[in-house]
Structure formats: structure tokens, C-alpha cells
């Protein structure tokens, strides 16, 4: 019963709020649309209302590795791993431009989905060769322009965590337009809002690991196919030793919780 509280509390929370982010969002992009042809601040504004929903919920404890890897402007085609719905708001935490790619139907949602559009975030419907394409041409657009396109390779969300195989939308874009690659792992992210489920699940720690960029040099001579498979090995490797260490942390902590609170 706990538990089904806090996920309606959680709830009204977003909508209650979004009724006033939303506003806030659509003047912003009124006044800067002008002279912001990216709506980098737009999306700055984004990444708060996002990430807010994480700073309010103490149960979710958030650290980001990495973030001197995400300086400059460098255009660049960031990829990572997917668990949870709860995965873009914490990404958001990146506060670093770039556009989503994301499911058409989110796009339809109040308010939330009417911001994704004015960010002009890039919509895909899955299993549509269509919007594939669609979805493909305007990344493209998008990178030209200067801005970063922020893609899940596995294409949906894992429902046990283990990284799925990747598809190569990601890859192709990386080869034809010799761009960098930033990998990110996110690790907590399933336990605490599970594929599937809206309800909250207790407190459980999260952690998104910002990895070395790739270059284009560093791939320039191999093929699409062999660029997948070599950036699935390595985020596969950094999510199983990201795993680990936050399971030993874990095994660490839990005696100290017990003696300090008795438990």
C-alpha cells in the first residue's frame, strides 16, 4: 500500500508540475527560436524539468561519472544502454545538448510530448521501414545543423538488464557523417521502475558512466557491422564491471545501514 501511495503521490507530481513547466518551456522557445536555431537553451530548460522528477525522489540516488568527457560543442552521436523508461530522466542529468530519438507515441502525450516536439526531438515508430527512414534522414538533419543525436542501439528497453544486440541506425549515421561516438552506460535504472511497471520499488541507487569518446578515426576503416559488434563488446564489458562494482558497494554498505539503524 506504501508503495502504490508514493507512485500516485510520483504521478501527480509530474502532471501538477508539468502544467507549469510546459508554459514556462513553450515562452522560452517563443523568445530564443530566433536566434537559438538548435534551441540549446530550450533544451537546457528540458533537461531541468526532466531531471527534476530525480531530484525529488530520494529513493533514487543519482551519480554521473564522466561529465569531463561531455565539454565543448562537438557534434556527436551519443549511444546507451536502455532498462528503464526511467533512463531519459535521468540522462537528462547530462545537461549536454542534444536531441532525442524516441518513440512516436510519446510524442502524442500532453504537455510532456508537446515539448519534445518543440525541441523538435526526432520521433521513430518502430517496425515502420517508413519511419526508419524518416527517422534516419532527420538524425541526419539534426547532426548537420550541429546538434548531438542521443540513440539506444538495443532500440527498446532490456527487461533484465543484459545489453540486447544492437541495431545499426546509430552506426550507419556515425560512418557516413564521420562523427565521434560517445557511449554511456546507465546501471539501476530497471530495479527502480522496472520494463512494464509504473509502480515504485523501494530505494535504489543509480549510476550513468559517461565513457571515453570514439573517434571517427579510430573506425573510419571498418564497416558498419564491425562497429557494432566492437561498441556492443565494450558496453557490454563497462555495464558488467559497473555492475559488479555497485553490487560490492552495496555488500559494503548494508552492514553499516544495519548497525546504524538497527536493521
Same mark, same amino acid.
Given at each position: 500500500m506504501k508503495n502504490r501511495i508514493i507512485t500516485a503521490l510520483f504521478l501527480f507530481v509530474i502532471c501538477s508540475t508539468s502544467l507549469v513547466f510546459f508554459p514556462v518551456a513553450l515562452l522560452i522557445w517563443a523568445f530564443t527560436r530566433p536566434f537559438d536555431r538548435r534551441l540549446r537553451l530550450l533544451h537546457q530548460f528540458t533537461c531541468f524539468w526532466g531531471a527534476f522528477y530525480t531530484y525529488i525522489m530520494p529513493a533514487w540516488p543519482v551519480v554521473i561519472e564522466g561529465r569531463e568527457r561531455l565539454t565543448g560543442d562537438a557534434t556527436r552521436i551519443f549511444i546507451s544502454n536502455h532498462q528503464s523508461q526511467l533512463d531519459i530522466l535521468v540522462l537528462f542529468r547530462l545537461y549536454t545538448h542534444f536531441k532525442w530519438v524516441s518513440k512516436s507515441e510519446i510524442f502524442r502525450l500532453p504537455l510532456i510530448g508537446w515539448n519534445m516536439v518543440l525541441n523538435r526531438y526526432i520521433k521513430l515508430k518502430r517496425g515502420d521501414r517508413k519511419s526508419v527512414a524518416r527517422m534516419m534522414a532527420d538524425a541526419a538533419r539534426k547532426l548537420k545543423e550541429g546538434s548531438?543525436?542521443?540513440m539506444f542501439p538495443e532500440g527498446s528497453r532490456s527487461p533484465d538488464g543484459t545489453l540486447k544486440t544492437f541495431k545499426p541506425g546509430a552506426f550507419i549515421l556515425a560512418k557516413q557523417l564521420r562523427l565521434p561516438i560517445l557511449p554511456?552506460? &546507465?546501471?539501476?535504472?530497471? #530495479?527502480?521502475?522496472? #520494463?512494464?511497471? &509504473?509502480n515504485f520499488h523501494g530505494r535504489h541507487p543509480i549510476r550513468v558512466r559517461v565513457l571515453p569518446e570514439r573517434s571517427y578515426e579510430s573506425f573510419a576503416d571498418k564497416s558498419v557491422e564491425a562497429i557494432m559488434e566492437d561498441l556492443w563488446r565494450y558496453l557490454n564489458g563497462e555495464l558488467l564491471r559497473l555492475k559488479e562494482e555497485m553490487y560490492e558497494e552495496r555488500q559494503v554498505a548494508e552492514p553499516i545501514r544495519q548497525k546504524t539503524f538497527g536493521v
Amino acid at each position: 500500500m506504501k508503495n502504490r501511495i508514493i507512485t500516485a503521490l510520483f504521478l501527480f507530481v509530474i502532471c501538477s508540475t508539468s502544467l507549469v513547466f510546459f508554459p514556462v518551456a513553450l515562452l522560452i522557445w517563443a523568445f530564443t527560436r530566433p536566434f537559438d536555431r538548435r534551441l540549446r537553451l530550450l533544451h537546457q530548460f528540458t533537461c531541468f524539468w526532466g531531471a527534476f522528477y530525480t531530484y525529488i525522489m530520494p529513493a533514487w540516488p543519482v551519480v554521473i561519472e564522466g561529465r569531463e568527457r561531455l565539454t565543448g560543442d562537438a557534434t556527436r552521436i551519443f549511444i546507451s544502454n536502455h532498462q528503464s523508461q526511467l533512463d531519459i530522466l535521468v540522462l537528462f542529468r547530462l545537461y549536454t545538448h542534444f536531441k532525442w530519438v524516441s518513440k512516436s507515441e510519446i510524442f502524442r502525450l500532453p504537455l510532456i510530448g508537446w515539448n519534445m516536439v518543440l525541441n523538435r526531438y526526432i520521433k521513430l515508430k518502430r517496425g515502420d521501414r517508413k519511419s526508419v527512414a524518416r527517422m534516419m534522414a532527420d538524425a541526419a538533419r539534426k547532426l548537420k545543423e550541429g546538434s548531438s543525436v542521443f540513440m539506444f542501439p538495443e532500440g527498446s528497453r532490456s527487461p533484465d538488464g543484459t545489453l540486447k544486440t544492437f541495431k545499426p541506425g546509430a552506426f550507419i549515421l556515425a560512418k557516413q557523417l564521420r562523427l565521434p561516438i560517445l557511449p554511456v552506460i &546507465i546501471e539501476g535504472t530497471r #530495479k527502480a521502475l522496472p #520494463k512494464y511497471s &509504473i509502480n515504485f520499488h523501494g530505494r535504489h541507487p543509480i549510476r550513468v558512466r559517461v565513457l571515453p569518446e570514439r573517434s571517427y578515426e579510430s573506425f573510419a576503416d571498418k564497416s558498419v557491422e564491425a562497429i557494432m559488434e566492437d561498441l556492443w563488446r565494450y558496453l557490454n564489458g563497462e555495464l558488467l564491471r559497473l555492475k559488479e562494482e555497485m553490487y560490492e558497494e552495496r555488500q559494503v554498505a548494508e552492514p553499516i545501514r544495519q548497525k546504524t539503524f538497527g536493521v
